[in-house]
């Protein structure tokens, strides 16, 4: 390496949620530029003026800070949108568009989209790919069309040395001339994308595969501007383990599915925009697959209680996986750190990263694998770390464990820990603590409806009643007492529990009802026993 400043940079579009392939990208530019001593620049690529927004450029830099993928260039959460957003660089790039102009590099054009697809429809007939050329026969009066600018590439061969890939080759025939100013002034990304890496003096662009074929046309750009390009790494995409590309779409398509089981189930369609609060009209067009909005996909999946595939950042920050496992797991996607190592700090991978262990071929997504890597990290934490794990997870959802104080959420942190494999699960079976249990009706007939239960729980009822000062030391000899009790008339332990917990799974009883407390211990055991015979069906 050279001794130039290694500077890397994560540039996503805010068109959307951080997708994990995104996070996975900013993860790798990140290492390499640790790595090295350098600095990660975080860009926002807000030139598509339609589809960007402020809301979703501010829910990348929340789901890079939770990650941990620090920048050391780039916006300031929070705050006005600055000079690392490409909205705010126009004057930037008029300077070196005119400059392409001037020199006779660029050019005007003017097709309408339908001249355009006629175009490339008359190519298709002819077997040969359409390709845009300045000295094309049938290009466009001035005034017929809005008005681009479009950049001549060279008819020559471009070839380039790729980190990982290996050499690539472009041949002259196989360029087109770009669009590089939209016909709303604004650069297209192939432009800005070479003036900023320039301007900003990023010596590496790592990015995914998808963008290999961009690569070519970006340094005929520098050629023309006469600079240097960076460095280019292209790296595998990630793909679900059925060999689809992993996909927002992957998230619509389930809540597609959703609705239609829904409306089977004898629902009227019509009901789904109350439900949901999403306008009619844009549901129907979600639903005729005109949009793939993840936000009204979100919306359905939350209304029918369908839960969607996690494809986005955020989506696994609900589900209860921790930033470092998730962190963690994304790096293994297409990175081998050798020796089968799989469970890594930061510090670990920072030690063992590099762009020659990186795959050429796109890297499988196991979920079951990431669930098992979360229960790992889980396990191996301290309560202090889990507790800011939790708080992190409590931002983004309304579990009743949201609400309680540092010690009740210590507490249940040690009792979850080892039998969680997310935080969502801990937070969903510890509901019980907060609220009147939801009675499993197979749990309640098998264990307080069966035999002689009730008179067990009455005893037991007896029993706890006679402890006034609710403690462990003062808790446990009882609770061995209901466990011998249990040996003798059946499930003594199961039939408390149920009483208590709703179910017949829990932490042990011992820590469950001291958290629990007396109060509403006895409550909820009178409430059944005062109940009817068969009250739960
Ligand atoms: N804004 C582009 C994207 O989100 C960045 C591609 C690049 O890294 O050059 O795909």
């Excluded at 999946?301 to 609900?318: K, N, S, W, Y």
């Excluded at 991978?349 to 762009?355: A, T, V």
């Excluded at 199961?494 to 211990?521: F, I, K, N």
């Amino acid at each position: 390496m050279d001794s130039k400043m290694v500077k890397t940079r994560f540039a996503p579009s805010p068109t959307g949620f951080l997708h994990v392939g995104g996070a996975r990208t900013a993860l790798f530019n990140w290492l390499f530029a640790k790595k090295h001593g350098g600095q990660f620049v975080l860009r926002i690529e807000d030139t598509d003026q339609v589809r960007s927004t402020a809301e979703s450029a501010a829910g990348i830099l929340a789901d890079l800070q939770w990650l941990g993928l620090n920048w050391d260039c780039g916006p300031q959460p929070g705050a006005a949108k600055n000079e690392y957003f490409q909205s705010m660089r126009l004057e930037l790039y008029n300077g070196y568009l005119e400059k392409l102009v001037k020199d006779g590099r660029a050019y005007e054009a003017y097709e309408t989209p339908q001249q355009l697809a006629a175009m490339r429809m008359a190519a298709e007939k002819m077997k040969r790919p359409f390709r845009y050329r300045r000295n094309m026969p049938g290009r466009a009066a001035p005034g017929s069309g809005p008005t681009v600018l479009r950049f001549e590439m060279p008819f020559e061969t471009i070839t380039f040395h790729d980190l990982i890939l290996g050499d690539i080759s472009v041949g002259g025939d196989e360029h087109d001339d770009i669009i590089i100013r939209k016909s709303d002034g604004f650069p297209t990304y192939h432009f800005a994308v070479v003036v900023d890496d320039h301007d900003m003096g990023i010596t590496h662009v790592l990015r995914a595969q998808e963008h290999l074929m961009n690569t070519p046309k970006h340094l005929g750009l520098y050629n023309a501007l006469a600079w240097t390009p960076p460095a280019h790494a292209h790296m595998p995409l990630v793909f679900n383990m059925d060999n689809t590309k992993m996909s927002k779409r992957d998230k619509t398509k389930a809540a597609r599915v959703a609705v239609a089981v829904w409306v089977k189930q004898g629902n009227s369609a019509d009901k789904l925009s109350e439900i949901t609060g999403i306008a009619a009209e844009q549901l129907k067009e979600f639903l005729d697959k005109k949009t793939d909005d993840s936000r009204i996909a979100a919306a359905i999946g939350t209304a029918l209680g369908a839960p969607l595939p996690e494809i986005d950042v955020q989506d696994f920050r609900r589900s209860g996986y921790l930033s470092d496992a998730l962190l963690n797991f994304i790096a293994l996607i297409g990175w081998s750190p050798g020796e089968n190592r799989e469970i890594l700090t930061r510090e670990e991978m920072l030690e063992l990263f590099s762009l020659e262990t990186i795959g050429k071929t796109s890297g499988r997504f196991d979920r079951k694998k990431l669930l098992w890597m979360n229960g790992e990290y889980i396990r191996r934490r301290g309560i202090d770390e889990l507790l800011h794990d939790l708080a992190a997870f409590n931002v983004v959802t309304q579990y009743p464990i949201k609400n309680a104080g540092e010690a009740q959420q210590r507490e249940l942190l040690a009792m979850y820990q080892e039998r969680t494999g997310t935080l969502a699960e801990m937070a969903e079976n510890s509901r019980f603590f907060f609220e009147e249990p939801k009675m499993d009706p197979a749990a309640f007939r098998k264990h307080i409806e069966s035999g002689n239960s009730r008179v067990v729980l009455q005893q037991i009822r007896d029993m706890l009643a006679l402890v006034t000062n609710w403690s462990r030391d003062q808790l446990a000899p009882v609770i061995e007492k209901i466990i011998e009790l249990g040996e003798k008339r059946g499930s003594a332990p199961q039939t408390l529990r149920v009483a208590v917990c709703g179910g017949s799974v829990s932490p042990p009883l011992l820590e469950t009802l001291c958290l629990l407390g007396r109060d509403a211990t006895l409550a909820r055991i009178d409430a059944i026993l005062q109940s009817p015979q068969s009250s739960v069906s």
